[in-house]
């Protein structure tokens, strides 16, 4: 390793220690991660508990107890905004690209505590709905007769759509954070980020838009792609795959940060 | 020791005037003067009509069945049943009928002394259980009519199961007679006078009082007409909204009715009664495969195991017993909401005043301002009161601008797009809809923002104001179309997301059995009575936030 790049990475290093240090003693960061808790598996173990099967036993039983994440995420999106724009508001900023000049350090140092501290709350959150349907689902009829399953981490799908959908969370914080970096204000940026993750949805349940559209929708809204990766049963019928949805809020995130990185880069702070 | 008297000090400024006018000035000064948040307020009050002008043009009709009812499809022909009234409305007009012709002026009067019916067997989903007996809205009685083709203008004085004796006339009009079902012992006497275009309908339980129900102008009713008997009994329609599929059924009934004491005064001398369907027969009784179901055109259908007595007249002297399967007099009421879908579009422009809403008080919070505004008022509550007023009547007003220019677009575009303006009615913005959609629309957006403040002045942070209210607002609306049929209504029932239940594009009659499932786009609650819950969801925000206001340290 050349002396520039170990240099680098020890910068990255304490850059991602200070951050840690700054999201830590927030006190809203606590509250942030705790409501997303207390909303993923709360509505969950809901959802689970209203379905009854025989009468609907053809459930989709995994996506639907985490039918959570959808209002999760906005808990999500609101750290991930005051975590940039809460420095934009205090002025801490300054003092932020004063110890640590180089910007896009600082931002990725930003993006790396961000994505850990949600992909260790979204464990938690995602596994504690799952926990919930399969104590839940048996007592409403789904013991596995009639097509329906016992929820389990040990069956492939099931797994891929809860590790999904703690990605999920995770790409939806780093989406965020992209977005405030570029915006700045924090109502702005929670105002817009939350109209793109549920207009779409929104627009494409009421099945009356133009077929193509509807379709050409669903597969590019962050949201909608995204939570393909929590179906488990008539895959056909998604807009797009699992992992490609995954992927489609993924280039999102992308193009996210890479707009906050250039404002970052090139306007005064 | 002597004391002088001390004049106490008395500033020689004048007292600042502390009323309300000049609050709310102040609290509009701050507002317009903030370049940022006027600019939010306008685009806020154009991305409404952008989006629901764009959204009607890519929802097109074309592909979708239910744009045009009577349009043939691929696998057949279109709705049979489905006529144009003479409002240019799309209707059912499909009856058994017997009659004779009344050339001019006269009247026609009979007695019902007996209505019955079922439910058809058919597919009936698991869960439902299709009540006995006839339909509340089965209809058994006498009708003048200005032809035997379908869509042409009628009045009739009806006997029903449920809803008692009605005046009914063109499909929509709808006046209540005497109450009760009838029977034997209570049979019920109708009659129907006609003079030039207009039609006056009676009842009677004995024959001998009668009392009017009302009037009825059909206009270019012409000289000769049908008058006689009528039955037609409706289908039984239930639709409930599960996880990933909805459960839906529409079963055949018949209605069988007696009539006696029949008269018809004005009719050519000698003649007899005819007897026929109006609109294409829709249902028999009988198995499927039988030679009768096989003689029938393509749109028919054939119900049951066993052969069911047949419809039509049996006549013993003065006695009439007609029976019908299936069929109605009635306006066409269609489920899909093609108006409301894009109405939705209005989400993206209430998330636009929602941030400005919670702005207005967080940016105060968060440059201090705060301090200088309660050190100049310091009656908190007043302030808050006065910063509502501006942000509710400014954004009520920009709204209003974007819904009325918005909605007649879109409907035209709508229109063009392939959905029938027979059934999706091109709302006029005096029509009472028309009003409704678009004052509703601009009375919740102002509601959202009201509840906006007072989430930021309660939260003091604008992001989890901004997210709390969204949250509120519109996840309800995305979770009511993805869970079952009960939590789904009760959502829709109890969060503010109800006010958008003034948005609803379709018309609703109350003589028209209709489900309703938010999977369509309807809503449990009345519009305004969602509308209710909303402003008290705002209401309730505005006093915790007045409370905390004069609670806690600025």
Known sequence: ?269 | MSTGTITPYRSAQQPGRDDFAHLLLSEWTKFRTVRGWVIAMVGAALLTPLAVVALAGIASGKQNPAANPMAPTATGPGSATVAIGPGGEAVTDDFYLVHQSLAGNGSVTARVTSLTGSVLPGQVPRGVTPPRGPQPWAKAGIIVKASTRPGSAYAAVLATPGHGVRMQWNYTGDTAGLPGAVSAASARWLRLTRSGDTITGYDSADGSHWAKIGTATLAGLPRAVQAGLFVASPQYVTATQGFASNDFAQLNTQAAAVFDRVSLAGGQPGATWSTGNIGAASVVAGPRGDSRCRQLPARSVCVGKRKAPAGGLARSGGTFRVREYGGDIAPYVTVVDPLGTVLKGTAIGLIAVVALGALYIAAEYRRGLIRTTFAASPRRGRVLAAKAIVIGVVTFAASLIGAAAAVPIAERRLHSGGWVSSVYPVWSLTSAQGMQIVVGTAGLLAVAAILALSAGAVLRRSAGAITAVVVLVIVPLILAVILPQGPADWLLRLTPAAAFGLQQGIPQYSQVMHTCMPYNGCFPLAPWTGFAVSCAWAAAALGLAIYLLRRRDA
């Open chain 1, 1 to 269: 390793m050349s002396g520039a790049l170990r240099a680098q990475a020890g910068a990255l290093r304490e850059s991602v220690h200070a951050e840690w240090t700054k999201l830590r003693t927030v006190p809203s960061t606590g509250w942030l991660l705790l409501t997303m808790i207390v909303l993923i598996a709360g509505v969950g173990a809901l959802a689970t508990e209203v379905v009854k099967c025989p009468a609907t036993c053809s459930q989709d039983t995994t996506k639907l107890s985490l039918t959570g994440i959808q209002l999760g995420q906005a808990a999500v999106a609101v750290l991930a905004v005051l975590a940039v724009s809460g420095e934009y508001s205090s002025g801490m900023i300054r003092i932020t690209l004063t110890a640590m000049p180089r910007r896009l350090t600082a931002l990725a140092a930003k993006a790396i505590v961000l994505a850990g501290v949600v992909l260790a709350a979204g464990a938690i959150a995602t596994a504690g709905s799952v926990l919930a349907g399969r104590f839940i689902l048996p007592g409403n009829g789904f013991t596995g007769a009639y097509h329906s399953e016992i929820l389990s981490l040990a069956a492939g799908s099931t797994l891929r759509a809860a590790a999904g959908s703690v990605l999920y969370l995770a790409l939806i914080a780093l989406f965020s954070l992209g977005l405030a970096t570029a915006v700045r204000d924090s109502g702005a940026a929670i105002a817009v980020m939350l109209g793109l993750l549920y207009i779409v949805p929104l627009l494409t349940d009421l099945g009356t838009l133009d077929p193509r559209w509807h379709h050409r929708l669903q597969e590019w809204g962050p949201m909608t792609a995204g939570l393909a990766i929590q179906a488990t049963r008539n895959l056909k019928a998604l807009p797009t795959g699992p992992w490609p949805g995954l992927g489609v809020l993924a280039l999102w995130a992308a193009g996210a940060l890479l707009a906050g990185g250039l404002v970052l880069r090139l306007r005064d702070a």
